[in-house]
C-alpha cells in the first residue's frame, strides 16, 4: 500500500510541476501585458488596477479549471499528440471567453468598471501560446535524450511501404524508440499526392525510384504498413520486394509506451501469401499419416510451409521437388529437427 501510494503521489507530482509552471506562465504573461496596458493610451486607466487584478485572478481559476476537467494535467507529453493540443487551445480559448461573461455579468451595476475584453483575449492567447511550446520543447528534448542513448546501436536501414497514417506512426516509433534495431530512410507510396513530399520527415517515392535507392542505400528490408490489407495485395507486395532481394515483412498495428512492440512487426505467414483460406491440415490429418507425399515447389515460401504442415501429420515418406537445390536442402534440414 504504501508503495502504490509513493507510485501515484510520484505521478502526481509531475502535474502539480505544470500545474505550478502553468501558473508562473499566466502571471509572467499577465504582468507584461499590465505594464504595456499602463503606458497605452486609451488602454486601461491606472486606476483601474484593481479591476485589472480580478479579472486576472478570474481567468487564472477559470483556465486551470477547464484545463483539469479536459484532462490536460493527465496527459504524458513527451509524446506528440495532436488531440491534447486541440483540446488545450479549445479549453483555454472557452476559459478566456467565460471570463468576459463573468466579470461582465459581476460589474453589470457598475458599467464604468473595466471589463477586460482585450485584457482576457490577449492573456489567453499568450499563456495557450506559451503552454504550447513549453510541451512541444519538452516533447523535442526528450526525442533528442532517446536519441542520443540509442546513438552508439547499430540500426539497419529499412524501408516502409505505405505512408499513411500506419506508416507515419511507424516510422516514429522507429526512429524515437530506444529498443528499436530499424532506421526508417524512405516511404514507398503510389499516391501521388505523397510522392516527392515527405511524412514523418522521410522522403516519400514511387516504387521505380525506391528500386533503385534500395541498392544505393543497402536497405535489406522492407516493411509493409498498410492498413486493410487484402491477400492479394500482400502476395503482390511480396513478390515485388523479394525481387530485390529484400526481406520483407508486415506491420500490423502500433503499441504504445515507451517502446515498440517487436512482435507486430512479423515475418511473412502462409495466411499471408495464400490467396484463399488456409487448409486445416489438423482435420486431414489421417489422410496423410503413413503415406508417400510429394510437394511441388518445396523450397519455395508457401511450399516450405506445406512441408512443415505436412511433415507434422505423420507421412511415411515426404518428397520435397524444387528447381532450387539450395531451398529443398534448407527446408529438409528444418524438417530434420521435427
Known amino acids: 500500500m504504501k508503495k502504490l501510494f509513493l507510485k501515484i503521489l510520484s505521478a502526481r507530482r509531475k502535474h502539480f510541476i505544470l500545474f505550478i509552471f502553468d501558473v508562473l506562465c499566466f502571471f509572467a504573461v499577465t504582468f507584461f501585458y499590465y505594464l504595456i496596458a499602463r503606458h497605452a493610451a486609451n488602454?486601461?486607466?491606472?486606476?483601474?488596477?484593481?479591476?485589472?487584478?480580478?479579472?486576472?485572478?478570474?481567468?487564472?481559476?477559470?483556465?486551470?479549471?477547464?484545463?483539469?476537467?479536459?484532462?490536460?494535467y493527465a496527459n504524458v507529453w513527451r509524446y506528440p499528440n495532436v488531440r491534447a493540443y486541440f483540446f488545450l487551445v479549445i479549453s483555454?480559448?472557452?476559459?478566456?471567453?467565460?471570463?468576459?461573461?463573468?466579470?461582465?455579468?459581476?460589474?453589470?451595476?457598475?458599467?464604468?468598471?473595466?471589463?477586460?475584453?482585450w485584457q482576457a483575449a490577449t492573456i489567453g492567447s499568450l499563456v495557450c501560446l506559451a503552454a504550447l511550446m513549453a510541451r512541444f520543447t519538452y516533447s523535442l528534448i526528450y526525442v533528442g535524450m532517446t536519441r542520443k542513448r540509442v546513438g552508439d546501436i547499430e540500426k539497419r536501414p529499412?524501408?516502409?511501404?505505405?505512408?499513411?497514417?500506419?506508416?507515419?506512426?511507424?516510422?516514429?516509433?522507429?526512429?524515437?524508440?530506444?529498443?528499436s534495431v530499424y532506421n526508417p530512410v524512405f516511404f514507398i507510396d503510389n499516391d501521388r499526392g505523397k510522392i516527392g513530399n515527405r511524412v514523418s520527415s522521410l522522403p516519400v517515392y514511387d516504387f521505380d525510384h525506391a528500386r533503385s535507392l534500395i541498392k544505393k542505400l543497402d536497405v535489406q528490408e522492407v516493411i509493409i504498413a498498410i492498413a486493410n490489407k487484402s491477400r492479394d495485395e500482400l502476395y503482390e507486395l511480396y513478390n515485388l520486394y523479394s525481387a530485390l532481394d529484400c526481406k520483407v515483412r508486415v506491420f500490423d498495428s502500433i503499441i504504445g509506451g515507451d517502446r515498440m512492440d517487436q512482435n507486430k512487426i512479423r515475418d511473412f505467414s502462409i495466411e499471408d501469401l495464400l490467396s484463399r483460406e488456409p487448409v486445416d491440415f489438423e482435420a486431414g490429418k489421417e489422410y496423410y499419416r503413413g503415406k508417400t507425399v510429394l510437394v511441388t515447389g518445396g523450397g519455395g515460401s508457401i511450399g516450405s510451409e506445406i512441408c512443415r504442415q505436412v511433415a507434422k501429420c505423420g507421412p511415411e515418406k515426404l518428397i520435397i521437388f524444387d528447381i532450387y537445390e539450395n531451398n529443398a536442402y534448407d527446408i529438409q534440414q528444418v524438417l530434420c529437427e521435427f
Open 43 to 72: 488602454s486601461m486607466p491606472v486606476d483601474d488596477s484593481l479591476a485589472f487584478l480580478v479579472n486576472a485572478v478570474t481567468q487564472l481559476v477559470l483556465m486551470s479549471l477547464f484545463r483539469v476537467l479536459s484532462g490536460n
Open 92 to 117: 483555454d480559448a472557452a476559459a478566456s471567453v467565460l471570463s468576459i461573461f463573468v466579470i461582465r455579468i459581476a460589474n453589470y451595476a457598475y458599467t464604468g468598471m473595466y471589463n477586460g475584453l
Open 158 to 179: 529499412v524501408a516502409i511501404v505505405g505512408a499513411g497514417s500506419l506508416g507515419s506512426s511507424l516510422a516514429s516509433e522507429l526512429k524515437n524508440s530506444p529498443n
